[in-house]
Nanobody
Framework: VQLQASGGGSVQPDGSLRLSCAVSGLALDDYDIGWFHQVPGKEREGILCGTKDNGTTYYRDSVKGRFTISRDNAKKTVYLQVNNLKPEDTGKYFC?????????????????WGPGTLVTVSS
């Protein structure tokens, strides 16, 4: 079972990216998938979670209206569209599932994590 985030890069403020989380080894339609953000020297924090019934739970108010999660269960991929990027959005982005203990939104201290993808927002 693996999760692999990709799509990061360097963008200017107000730019956009689409991050992807490719899932293998488990049935994506049975799992909520969370996205987390980490900057050097700080702990990983939850941003939002895409639920298995296509809902969204936001953990960080500053991304509401800018970050949108979606999924394609057939392609076993979850997408995070990030718009109007700000310098404080810089960091590594991880996707995660609460496998093998559960199927709901993952928590920062457990579950299955991919290696992350780096986003740099700078002028």
């Amino acid at each position: 079972v693996q999760l692999q985030a990709s799509g990061g890069g360097s963008v200017q403020p107000d730019g956009s990216l689409r991050l992807s989380c490719a899932v293998s080894g488990l049935a994506l339609d049975d799992y909520d998938i969370g996205w987390f953000h980490q900057v050097p020297g700080k702990e990983r924090e939850g941003i939002l979670c895409g639920t298995k019934d296509n809902g969204t739970t936001y953990y960080r108010d500053s991304v509401k209206g800018r970050f949108t999660i979606s999924r394609d269960n057939a392609k076993k991929t979850v997408y995070l569209q990030v718009n109007n990027l700000k310098p404080e959005d810089t960091g590594k982005y991880f996707c995660a599932a609460d496998w093998p203990l559960g199927t709901d939104c993952p928590r920062v201290n457990r579950g299955l994590w991919g290696p992350g993808t780096l986003v740099t927002v700078s002028s």
